[in-house]
C-alpha cells in the first residue's frame, strides 16, 4: 500500500485539499444551524442548479463522518492527483459526487457526505492496482478487506436501524470508479471508447434516477408529496400542463391530502376543464377537515 504524502506537501495537492477544505467549511455552517436545503438534489431544481448534484457530498453529520471521510480522501486522492494532474482528478471527484448522490437520491431520501467519493476512489484504483503499473502498489489486500467489509457492516447497521448509511451512494460510487478504471485502463481505442460508453450510460442512469425519473423508482413514502410540491412550484411558474400531471400522479399515491386535490382543481379551472375542477373541488370538501399534507 502506498504510504500517503506528508502534510507538508498539501500545496501539491490543491484539487484534494480544496474538496477537504470545502468539506470542513460547509460542514461547519451546517452544524452552527445553517439552512442546507437549498445545497440538496431537490424535487425540480436540478436542471437549473446542477451543482446540487456536487454539494450534498460536502456536509458531514458528525465528527467520525467527517473525518473519516477526509481520511480516505487524502489516502485515496493524491494518489489520483499525483498521477492523473489536477484538471482530471476534478473531473474524477465531480463524476464520482453526481453519480453517487443521485443514485442515493434515486432509492431513498438521499444523504451526504463523501462516502460516494471515496468508494469511487477506492473502485478506480482497485482496477487500475490490477492493470496499469503506476498504480501496483496503490492498494493492498487489507484496505480492500477492510472497505469491503465496512461497507456491509453499514448496510447490517442501516437494516437494523442501528446508523443510517447511504448505502446505495458507497454502492454506486464504487461501480463508477471500477468502469471507469477500466476506461482509462483499456488498451486499445475500440475498447476504450465501448468502456466510456457503459460509464456513460452508468451515470445517465444514476443521473435520470435521481430525478425525472425518481417518482418510479424511490423505495420510500414521500413520493406523493414531492410531486405535490413539484406541482405546486409548476403552478406558480403558470405551467398548468405538468402541474396537472404531477397532481394527477400525486393523489393517485396518496387520494387524501385536501391541499393536493384543491390545487389540481385550479390547475383545471385555469384550462377550463370545468367538469374536472368541479369533482377535484368537492373531493378537496370532503378531505378537508381530516386532511394532512402540503401543497
Known amino acids: 500500500m502506498r504510504r500517503p504524502p506528508s502534510l507538508n506537501y498539501v500545496l501539491g495537492y490543491p484539487i484534494t485539499v480544496g474538496v477537504a477544505v470545502l468539506a470542513i467549511a460547509a460542514t461547519l455552517c451546517w452544524w452552527s444551524g445553517m439552512d442546507i436545503e437549498q445545497f440538496m438534489l431537490g424535487c425540480d431544481e436540478w436542471w437549473r442548479e446542477p451543482w446540487r448534484f ?31 494532474g489536477h484538471g482530471l482528478t476534478l473531473g474524477i471527484y465531480a463524476l464520482l459526487a453526481a453519480g453517487s448522490t443521485a443514485a442515493e437520491r434515486a432509492l431513498f431520501h438521499g444523504g451526504v457526505g463523501l462516502s460516494g467519493v471515496n468508494y469511487g476512489l477506492f473502485g478506480l484504483l482497485l482496477v487500475l492496482s490490477r492493470t496499469d503499473p503506476r498504480f501496483r502498489d496503490a492498494i493492498d489486500r487489507q484496505t480492500v478487506q477492510l472497505l469491503v ?33 477500466w476506461t482509462i485502463a483499456a488498451r486499445d481505442f475500440l475498447r476504450r471508447v465501448r ?7 452508468a451515470v445517465l442512469l444514476c443521473v435520470a434516477g435521481g430525478t425525472v425519473a425518481r417518482p418510479y423508482v424511490n423505495l420510500t413514502n414521500d413520493i406523493g408529496q414531492e410531486l405535490a410540491y413539484s406541482g405546486y412550484v409548476a403552478l406558480e411558474n403558470g405551467d398548468t400542463d405538468r402541474a396537472i400531471a404531477l397532481y394527477q400522479r400525486a393523489v393517485a399515491i396518496n387520494p387524501n391530502v385536501h391541499n393536493w386535490w384543491h390545487n389540481l382543481a385550479i390547475a383545471y379551472y385555469r384550462l377550463g376543464q370545468m367538469d374536472r375542477a368541479k369533482e377535484a373541488f368537492r373531493r378537496a370538501a370532503e378531505l378537508k377537515p381530516a386532511s394532512t399534507g402540503d401543497e
Request: hydrophobic letters at 60%; aromatic letters at 16%; glycine letters at 12%.
Open 195 to 201: 468502456n466510456a460508453v457503459v460509464l456513460g450510460a
Open 149 to 181: 467489509g465496512w461497507f456491509f457492516l453499514c448496510i447490517v447497521l442501516t437494516v437494523m436501524d442501528v446508523w443510517g448509511v447511504a448505502n446505495v451512494a458507497h454502492g454506486a460510487g464504487f461501480i463508477l470508479g471500477a468502469l471507469l478504471g
Open 54 to 84: 456536487l454539494t450534498p457530498a460536502l456536509f458531514h453529520g458528525d465528527l467520525l463522518h467527517l473525518l473519516f471521510n477526509l481520511y480516505w480522501l487524502w489516502l485515496f486522492g493524491t494518489q489520483i492527483e499525483d498521477e492523473f
